[in-house]
């Protein structure tokens, strides 16, 4: 039996590795395994509050992003009335540079109209005159006009 280990000898590697393991245990493993805990907890709180801001982060986003599209839905709006505007603007002055075209117009018919008449009157009068004219030199004498008689 040589080759097999001593009794006294195992039972004292066994003490030996029992009294190693809670030794261990206490002054290295459990230290160990309270700070990993620590850093573990830790770790999960920093994560909790990284997804409550992220969270308050997107609230806020979305309300930014709101206020951008009703911002932008009113500055449409007014833009949309200032083109209202302008159109209704422009629609009347262009009625009212109607109106006085026509008025022109018809001041400058009736003008002409005038200047038709008094030429006409004119003409007639230069033609009496120059009838009369043609009419003593073919005759050699003088010719009353019909509104002398």
Same mark, same amino acid.
């Given at each position: 039996?040589? #080759?097999?280990p001593?009794p006294?000898?195992?039972?004292l590697? !066994?003490g !030996?590795v029992?009294a *190693?393991v809670f030794?261990?245990n206490r002054?290295?493993f459990g230290? *160990? #395994?309270?700070?990993l &805990?620590?850093?573990?907890?830790?770790i999960?709180? %920093?994560?909790?509050?990284?997804?409550?801001a @992220?969270?308050?982060? #997107?609230?806020? =986003?979305?309300?930014?992003e !709101?206020?951008?599209?009703?911002?932008?839905k009113?500055a449409y709006?007014?833009?949309?009335?200032?083109h209202?505007e302008a159109r209704?603007?422009?629609?009347?002055?262009?009625?009212?540079?109607?109106d006085d %075209?026509?008025?022109?117009?018809?001041e &400058?018919?009736?003008e002409?109209?005038q200047?038709?008449?008094?030429a006409r009157t @004119? =003409?007639?009068?230069d033609?009496?005159?120059i009838?009369?004219?043609? &009419?003593e030199? =073919?005759?050699g004498?003088?010719?009353? &006009?019909?509104g002398?008689?």
């Amino acid at each position: 039996m040589e #080759n097999f280990p001593h009794p006294p000898t195992i039972l004292l590697v !066994a003490g !030996a590795v029992v009294a *190693l393991v809670f030794i261990l245990n206490r002054w290295l493993f459990g230290p *160990l #395994n309270a700070i990993l &805990a620590q850093r573990q907890a830790e770790i999960d709180n %920093a994560r909790s509050e990284l997804e409550t801001a @992220q969270q308050v982060q #997107n609230e806020r =986003l979305e309300a930014v992003e !709101a206020r951008v599209a009703e911002s932008r839905k009113e500055a449409y709006g007014i833009r949309e009335q200032a083109h209202a505007e302008a159109r209704e603007q422009r629609e009347q002055v262009l009625a009212e540079a109607r109106d006085d %075209a026509a008025k022109e117009i018809e001041e &400058a018919r009736a003008e002409i109209g005038q200047q038709i008449e008094n030429a006409r009157t @004119q =003409l007639e009068s230069d033609a009496d005159e120059i009838a009369r004219t043609i &009419a003593e030199r =073919l005759l050699g004498r003088p010719v009353e &006009a019909d509104g002398d008689k």
